[in-house]
T-cell receptor, first 109, second 114 residues
Framework: RKEVEQDPGPFNVPEGATVAFNCTYS??????FFWYRQDCRKEPKLLMS???SGNEDGRFTAQLNRASQYISLLIRDSKLSDSATYLC??????????FGTGTQLKVEL | GAVVSQHPSRVICKSGTSVKIECRSL??????MFWYRQFPKQSLMLMAT?????????EQGVEKDKFLINHASLTLSTLTVTSAHPEDSSFYIC??????????FGPGTRLLVL
């Protein structure tokens, strides 16, 4: 079983739609969680950290459920520029980052 | 925000040659840097953790004699792929750990070994 699992997608949604991504992690000792965004042939860029209380940054909302070892990302009013691969990340031992394979989002006109 | 650079951005080399990739933190000091590799349609895989002034820590399955890491200063880590072969062709990305444990990634280096 992979340490961080995501549905690879692709998720094809119309502009303005709301889309949600889910992620599960297997290491119950993981302390920190993040969502990164990766554009094609580019490096990952931090989108947001994920906190147990849930956190929001503009159109993006992240949630963490430690009991279920489950992380989510909600994107509201999606834009064409949101098209990318979204990587779910959990920290492991030594604060190493463990990446999921990513979920691909395509926002269409 | 924190900036990390990598050089070169792209390299093509013949099988058997060695390739050095540099990773620099431009506006902050990083005692710890990380080297990742990403094959097409796969996730980033951590290769090694580079610690300033000490030996790197390699992940299981990564040959330390093939992937030489040197972290000589608080702003520079280098990865040398020795005797590169076609199967080493990949996207190599470094990251530097900044404040609050956030990792900032370099733009990556595409290596193609012919």
């Amino acid at each position: 079983r992979k340490e961080v699992e995501q549905d690879p997608g692709p998720f094809n949604v119309p502009e303005g739609a709301t889309v949600a991504f889910n992620c599960t992690y297997s290491n119950s000792a993981s302390q920190s969680f993040f969502w990164y965004r990766q554009d094609c042939r580019k490096e990952p860029k931090l989108l947001m950290s994920v906190y147990s209380s849930g956190n929001e940054d503009g159109r993006f909302t992240a949630q963490l459920n430690r009991a279920s070892q489950y992380i989510s990302l909600l994107i509201r009013d999606s834009k064409l520029s949101d098209s990318a691969t979204y990587l779910c990340v959990a920290t492991g031992g030594g604060n190493k980052l463990t990446f999921g394979t990513g979920t691909q989002l395509k926002v269409e006109l | 925000g924190a900036v990390v650079s990598q050089h070169p951005s792209r390299v093509i080399c013949k099988s058997g040659t060695s390739v050095k990739i540099e990773c620099r933190s431009l506006d902050f000091q990083a005692t710890t840097m990380f080297w990742y590799r990403q094959f097409p349609k796969q996730s980033l895989m951590l290769m090694a953790t580079s610690n300033e002034g000490s030996k790197a820590t390699y992940e299981q399955g990564v040959e330390k004699d093939k992937f030489l890491i040197n972290h000589a200063s608080l702003t520079l880590s280098t990865l040398t792929v020795t005797s590169a072969h076609p199967e080493d062709s990949s996207f190599y990305i470094c990251s530097a750990r900044g404040i609050r444990e956030t990792q900032y990634f370099g733009p990556g280096t595409r290596l193609l070994v012919l």
